[in-house]
């Protein structure tokens, strides 16, 4: 039985120090879902940071809360897009949808983003917590987000860090003189 694409994607290992396999590297640079991901992770980013600011004005003066509660479902909207498009990245990547090595940490910890991002739709929707305990609880996911974000960046600056690092070693070796036989 042959093996598919993704199959053999999933077992592929990068060399040590690196987040992608020169075949891995290969597909993130030809898929369109790096480029949807690339637009959606600056786009949340925005949308989390006005909707912070809403629900800091309403926890502070109580003005606010419908603004609050449409920028926290918007934001909540935007997460749950990125996490698909993310996972069918990961797919096209690396050969599995979620979890995969390169990227473990980053989505058990986007897992408790989205279940805070979850219990607070379920607590806008169906609880009677009240207002205050509902923007909390964005305030949490909030919290768990920008964890999560920090790891995405460093993860991804170690990556472009180590690949700068490769290709400089390769063009090093390239241009090194090579002995002719005696």
């Not at 120090?17 to 480029?35: F, I, S, V």
């Not at 786009?43 to 006005?50: E, I, N, P």
């Amino acid at each position: 039985m042959q093996a598919s694409r993704h199959d053999k994607a999933r077992h592929e290992r990068p060399a040590d120090g690196q987040l992608y396999t020169p075949e891995q590297r290969a597909r993130r640079d030809a898929t369109k879902w790096t480029l949807v991901q690339g637009v959606l992770a600056p786009l949340q980013f925005v949308v989390f940071a006005v909707s912070l600011a809403l629900v800091v004005r309403y926890l502070a003066t109580g003005e606010g809360y419908v603004a609050a509660t449409v920028s926290i479902l918007v934001k909540t909207g935007v997460l749950y897009t990125i996490m698909v498009t993310g996972a069918i990245w990961e797919k096209v990547v690396f050969g599995q949808y979620l979890l995969a090595p390169a990227f473990f940490w980053e989505d058990v910890v986007s897992f408790g983003v989205i279940a805070l991002h979850t219990l607070y739709v379920y607590a806008v929707l169906f609880a009677d917590w009240g207002s205050r305990v509902e923007m909390w609880i964005a305030l949490a996911a909030y919290a768990a987000y920008v964890v999560n974000a920090v790891q995405f960046v460093w993860k991804l600056r170690q990556a472009r860090l180590s690949a700068e690092r490769a290709d400089r070693a390769a063009a090093a070796k390239a241009t090194e003189p090579t002995e002719l036989p005696a």
